[in-house]
C-alpha cells in the first residue's frame, strides 16, 4: 500500500470547536447581544445547524439582526481563519510524516474562501503536498470524487490504497473507506461508540501521526 495520507481540516488538524466558541463571544459583544448568547449559539451549532447557512438565518430571526443571512455568513467566514490554529505538535507531525516519504493530503467540505483561509493562515499548505476543498471543487464528502482529486494533487492513486484520518464517521471514515482507503476515526468523545467501521481510534490527530509511521 502506498504511503498516502489525507486528513480532514476541522477538528482534526485544528480545533474548529475552540475557535468558534472565541467567535461567539466576539459576536455577542459586536451586536449588543446578552452574555448568555454565546452559550446558545454553541447550543445552537451542535444541536443540529452546523451549516451556516441555516445558523445565520435562524440567529437572525432570534434577534432581529439588520444584516442579510448572507452578510451575516460572509463576516463568519472572514474572521474565522484568524481564529483557528494549528498545534505545533500537529504541524510537527506533518512535516515527520513527509520527511518519511509520506504524500500528506487535506480533503475538507466547507466553502473554499473559509477552508483556504484556514489552511492558509495556520501554516497547513507549507507543510502537505495538497488539498482538496468541496466548495472549490463541486463534489463533497463522502462522495469519492474529493478523495480522488486529493490524491491526485499528491501525485498518488486512490487505486493503490492509503489512509483517511478525520473525526466524522460519515464524510471521513465511510467516505474514506468507500474510496479504498484505510481509515483513523478522531474520536474526542470518549463516551461515543467504537463500533465504527474505522480501523483505529484515537482521541487526537497526533496519535493517528503516530500509527501512520508505525504502519
Known amino acids: 500500500m502506498q504511503r498516502l495520507a489525507l486528513f480532514d481540516l476541522d477538528n482534526t488538524l485544528i480545533d474548529l470547536d475552540a475557535a468558534f466558541k472565541v467567535w461567539t463571544v ?3 459583544d459586536q451586536h449588543r447581544l446578552p452574555r448568555e448568547t454565546a452559550d446558545w449559539l454553541v447550543s445552537l451549532d451542535r444541536d443540529g445547524l452546523p451549516h451556516r447557512e441555516a445558523f445565520f438565518a435562524a440567529v437572525r430571526e432570534r434577534f432581529g439582526l439588520r444584516g442579510s443571512v448572507q452578510e451575516l455568513w460572509a463576516a463568519y467566514r472572514r474572521r474565522m481563519p484568524h481564529l483557528v490554529r494549528c498545534p505545533a505538535e500537529v504541524m510537527d507531525g506533518l512535516v515527520r510524516l513527509r520527511a ?9 467540505n466547507g466553502t473554499a474562501d473559509n477552508q483556504l483561509g484556514k489552511i492558509e493562515r495556520t501554516g497547513l499548505a507549507d507543510v502537505v503536498d495538497a488539498y482538496a476543498l468541496s466548495g472549490a471543487e463541486g463534489i463533497r464528502k463522502p462522495e469519492r470524487g474529493l478523495f480522488e482529486i486529493a490524491a491526485r494533487r499528491c501525485g498518488a492513486d486512490l487505486a493503490d490504497g492509503g489512509w483517511m484520518v478525520g473525526d466524522r464517521l ?3 471514515i465511510a467516505g474514506g473507506r468507500a474510496a ?3 481509515t483513523i476515526w478522531v474520536n474526542r468523545d470518549a463516551a461515543a461508540s467504537r463500533h465504527n467501521g474505522a480501523d483505529h481510534v484515537v482521541t487526537d490527530v497526533v496519535r493517528a501521526m503516530e500509527i501512520l509511521q508505525e504502519s
Do not use: Y
Request: aromatic residues 12%; neutral net charge.
Open 26 to 28: 466576539e459576536f455577542v
Open 170 to 172: 460519515g464524510a471521513d
Open 100 to 108: 518519511a516519504g509520506w504524500k500528506v493530503g487535506i480533503v475538507t
Open 180 to 182: 479504498g482507503l484505510r
